[in-house]
């Protein structure tokens, strides 16, 4: 067996973080949207919602980090640009959007 290219090796970071945004991405908007819509009473509720979103914005920059490591070393043959993607909506435009 040989061993894994580089530019392959990119190729399927680039698809893994792609991969593992759009689940959290789905965790976050549906996190703002409980916390826009759960009663203020229910405070443990909303401390556990507090505690999901802070985990979900984590790992958002994690793979936020891994994608720009990737960008950065991807030489001209490598990895095309799209593959390595951003989340740019908020989690309020996302949510306007889907509920």
């Known amino acids: 067996m040989y061993p894994m290219?580089?530019?392959e090796l990119k190729e399927v970071i680039a698809s893994l973080v792609h991969a593992l945004r759009q689940p959290l991405s789905t965790i976050g908007t549906s996190?703002?949207?409980l916390q826009m819509?759960?009663?203020p009473d229910l405070?443990?509720?909303?401390d556990q919602l507090a505690r999901i979103e802070q985990e979900v914005e984590t790992a958002g920059?994690?793979?936020t980090d891994l994608g720009r490591s990737i960008e950065r070393r991807r030489d001209h043959?490598?990895?095309p640009?799209?593959?390595?993607?951003?989340?740019?909506?908020?989690?309020?435009?996302?949510?306007e959007v889907t509920y």
């Open 61 to 63: 920059r994690i793979l």
């Open 43 to 46: 405070g443990e509720l909303r």
């Open 37 to 39: 819509t759960v009663s």
């Open 5 to 7: 290219r580089s530019i």
């Open 81 to 95: 640009e799209e593959t390595v993607s951003s989340l740019s909506s908020t989690n309020e435009e996302i949510a």
């Open 77 to 79: 043959a490598g990895v």
């Open 31 to 33: 996190v703002y949207y």
